[in-house]
């Protein structure tokens, strides 16, 4: 990324411990997980789940097979208004007596207004503050992502600020692994793409000032099934409600004795463990609710998980939501404008954001800006 790696700022940044929904969130508010409350996309929310009218059917073990999930998902999508990422997924892998209990943690996306009720994001700031904003490549259709960006040019006159956005790269990580000839060859379209339009901004007498995030950055991992695994090891899965993603599993257990034995039987798997209350706080994931479970294990590198609530992982090469602490799981941050010495993290990208747009940054946020106030002006 010859244009990236060129600029005045080329720094690594510290990501969160979850997905890139968890890392959204940090990102856009500038408050920690245990402030903004999302950490997983799937939640136990009974009172609000769009499968709550399956309840009188719950008990029915014989109806829990696969066309049956995507049945009634295709019925509950139908009367639930929906306007995010991934709006209700099919929930694959889970016990269908559990799904009633289900909820998404996000009903909209991140730049849509009041994102979430926890607290205000950049987005929020910049429709108060009067900046017109421009949205490239966050469509739900093609094209997207980086087709979006191949078709857009700057207008003559650009918005304020102008939200570049891609999953390309992500996307094709995980199945083809980040070191892959594809991966590669869709880092360098990346750049070229910033640069070209970056210049023609420029030409056109504009002075545009860059600014490249991501959420997080990607491991290598192994597939392993967890259902075959657990099964092989005595360990009933099915007995507890339980929702499996990539590298977690997070379970509801209300039996403290029985909550106790798991995480013992858990911890004694060898392929990850149960986080602790200490880790909860340090990681800044403390919901002080169950909402995403009252028992999370958390499945360690190189393991991925390939059966899931999301799907069966076909194609799981690369996978993230590992410690923060492992040197791949950081992010990056890369800007046209000199930035603070000092470690970076995900929630310094909204202040930082709102320094360059010459906004008030809300006090008592977790994150800082990396630029000085002398950077707003221009
Ligand atoms: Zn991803």
Known sequence: M?????????????TELGYSV???????????PDRHGLWFIWQRRPQTSP??????????????NLPMHVLATKISRRFTRTSSWFGIPYPVHVRWRDIPDLDVAERKLWPEPHYLETAPTIFDLMQAGGI??????MNRKPPRGLSA??????????ARFTFLF????????????????????????????????????????????????????????????????????????????????????????????????CVNALDELGIGHVLTADELTQYRVDMRDDRYGNVIFYVDLPWALSHTIWGFGRRLASAHGYLPSYPKSDAVFVSSEPA???????????????????????????????FTSEAATG
């Open 2 to 14: 010859p244009f990236l790696s060129s600029q005045p700022t080329v720094r690594r940044m510290h």
């Open 22 to 32: 968890t890392c959204h969130a940090s990102m856009y508010t500038g408050v920690r």
């Open 51 to 64: 499968f709550r009218w399956m309840r009188p059917f719950r008990f029915l073990d014989r109806i829990d």
């Open 132 to 137: 017109r904003v421009e949205i490239v490549g």
């Open 149 to 158: 960006w191949r078709t857009w040019q700057p207008s003559a006159n650009p």
């Open 166 to 261: 891609a999953g390309d790269v992500d996307h094709e990580s995980h199945a083809l692994g980040q070191d892959s000839p594809q991966v590669t060859s869709l880092v360098k379209q990346v750049d070229e793409l910033i640069e070209d339009r970056y210049v023609r901004m420029a030409a056109s007498g504009a002075r545009p000032r860059l600014v490249v995030w991501s959420d997080h950055g990607h491991h290598d991992v192994r597939p392993l099934n967890p259902l075959a695994f657990f099964k092989d090891r005595g360990f009933e899965l099915r007995r507890y409600p339980h929702v499996i993603d990539t590298n977690f599993i997070r379970f509801w257990i209300d039996d403290v004795e029985e909550r106790a034995r």
């Open 340 to 370: 603070r010495e000092g470690p970076l993290d995900l929630v310094d990208v909204a202040p930082s954001l709102a320094t360059l747009l010459d906004l008030p940054v809300p006090a008592d946020l977790d994150g800082s800006s990396v």
